[in-house]
Nanobody, 132 residues
Framework: QPQLVASGGGLVQAGGSLKLSCLVSGFTLAHYDIGWVRQPSNEEIPGRNREGISCMRQNNDTYYADSVKGRFIISRDNAKNMVYLQMNNLAPEDTAVYYC?????????????????????WGEGTLVTVSS
């Protein structure tokens, strides 16, 4: 049974940093493309206004949305079945529920993030709140 468990969210002041982690099980991480998707925490409808913010393919092809480029860093440790998102210089607009997700294959990391609604496996999400 594929499972992704995200952790590391919390409350942080603007300008601060957080590192999200995602532990995967039930499938071989090395064989999958992975990514982080976020949904504003004030969005009441599940799935609406989600944004694929960073994705990484098996070959390390990486994509960042303009909203996080230069501030966030995605990484993976296949041996530990872990995916990470280092978030720096956080701003109130980064407040959201952050989901890790995986798909067996995508043509490019950018395409994976743009088609986040079609990803195979999803975690439950971890809430990040950035205060001003």
């Amino acid at each position: 049974q594929p499972q992704l468990v995200a952790s590391g969210g919390g409350l942080v002041q603007a300008g601060g940093s957080l590192k999200l982690s995602c532990l995967v099980s039930g499938f071989t991480l090395a064989h999958y493309d992975i990514g982080w998707v976020r949904q504003p925490s004030n969005e009441e409808i599940p799935g609406r206004n989600r944004e694929g913010i960073s994705c990484m393919r098996q070959n390390n092809d990486t994509y960042y949305a303009d909203s996080v480029k230069g501030r966030f860093i995605i990484s993976r440790d296949n041996a530990k079945n872990m995916v990470y998102l280092q978030m720096n210089n956080l701003a109130p607009e980064d407040t959201a529920v952050y989901y890790c997700a995986a798909v067996i294959y995508s043509n490019t990391a950018q395409l994976m993030c743009s088609m986040h609604y079609a990803l195979d496996y999803w975690g439950e999400g971890t809430l990040v709140t950035v205060s001003s």
